[in-house]
C-alpha cells in the first residue's frame, strides 16, 4: 500500500519540482519588485487583500463553530485555513510560471502577492511619530 501511495504520487512531486524550481535571481528580482510595490502604493485595499480574505475565512469558520467538540472543529478549522492558503500559493506560483504566461507577468503576480506578507511603509509612518515623541516626551511616547 505505501509502494502504491508512492508510485501515484510521484508524477505529482516531479510536476511541482519542476514548477517551483527558482533561479535565485528571479527569486531577487520578485523580492525587491514586492517592497519597492510596499513602498509605493502601501497596502491594497481590504477587498484584494489576501490576508483579509484569511480573516474572512476564519471569520467564517469561527461563526459556524458548533458548541459541542469545539477542539476537534477548532483543529480541522486551523487545518482548512492552513490548506486554502497553501492551495492559493501554489496556484498562484503554478499560474505565474505557466508557459503562457510572458516572464515579467509571472514576476509582477509572484511580487504583489509576496507584498501582502509584509507592511514596510504601513509601519513606518507610527515608527516615526514615536521616534518623534521620544524627542520631546518619552511618556507620551509610551
Do not use: N
Not at 66 to 92: D, E, N, Q
Request: net charge positive; with cysteine; proline share 6%.
Amino acid at each position: 500500500m505505501v509502494i502504491e501511495l508512492f508510485q501515484m504520487l510521484t508524477p505529482l512531486y516531479q510536476y511541482f519540482s519542476a514548477a517551483f524550481t527558482y533561479a535565485p535571481a528571479e527569486l531577487i528580482l520578485v523580492l525587491l519588485l514586492a517592497v519597492l510595490i510596499d513602498l509605493v502604493f502601501g497596502e491594497p485595499p481590504a477587498a484584494v487583500h489576501p490576508v483579509v480574505w484569511i480573516g474572512k475565512l476564519i471569520g467564517f469558520l469561527k461563526a459556524k463553530a458548533p458548541k459541542k467538540h469545539r477542539k476537534i472543529y477548532g483543529t480541522l478549522m486551523a487545518l482548512t485555513v492552513i490548506c486554502s492558503t497553501v492551495l492559493m500559493a501554489v496556484l498562484i506560483v503554478l499560474a505565474a510560471h505557466d508557459s503562457r504566461m510572458p516572464y515579467a507577468g509571472g514576476i509582477v503576480i509572484q511580487a504583489v502577492f509576496l507584498k501582502a506578507t509584509f507592511a514596510i511603509k504601513c509601519m513606518v509612518r507610527p515608527a516615526e511619530k514615536i521616534r518623534e515623541k521620544l524627542d520631546t516626551d518619552i511618556e507620551a511616547a509610551r
